[in-house]
């Protein structure tokens, strides 16, 4: 994994969203896109759309290896669990945003233990 990576590297903790929700926040941006000014906001690919559980900052490439089999061991014990978006909202602000990001509703405890 590290190969010719940078001496670190800025990382994050994530997981794929399933599916069936990606279906429907592809459809969802397809509506803003329409309904807000032309380049106003570059659009995620859907390949890229994730659920972040952490960010890490900047890590070390070397580590890299280790932080992902810690990762995967970890993942070997949790059990599936339900999340349901609740909200949509725009950082840095609604008028302006940057990044939309969607509130979450369910199950939230497994992602805070």
Request: with cysteine; charged share 25%; net charge neutral.
């Amino acid at each position: 994994m590290v190969g010719d990576l940078p001496e670190s590297v800025r990382a994050f903790v994530a997981i794929d969203v399933p599916g069936e929700l990606l279906r429907e926040i592809r459809v969802l941006q397809a509506r803003l896109e329409r309904e807000l000014p032309k380049n106003a906001v570059r659009w995620t690919a859907a390949e890229q759309i994730h659920l972040t559980l952490k960010f890490l900052g900047n890590i070390a490439s070397a580590d890299l290896d280790k932080l992902e089999a810690a990762l995967a061991a970890i993942c070997q014990c949790a059990k599936p669990f339900r999340l349901r978006a609740k909200a949509l909202a725009g950082f840095p602000n609604p008028a302006r945003p940057r990044v939309f990001w969607l509130g979450l509703e369910d199950e939230l405890q497994p992602l805070q233990d």
